[in-house]
């Protein structure tokens, strides 16, 4: 259970971190 619930965190930070990046990329070509 909380392997799960820690693979689940891991995965929405990495998730979120992804979203960030492209979006700062997007900014920077703007």
Known sequence: MLLS????????????TLLVITFRRKIDIF
């Open 5 to 16: 619930y820690a693979a689940l965190l891991c995965g929405s930070l990495l998730s979120i």
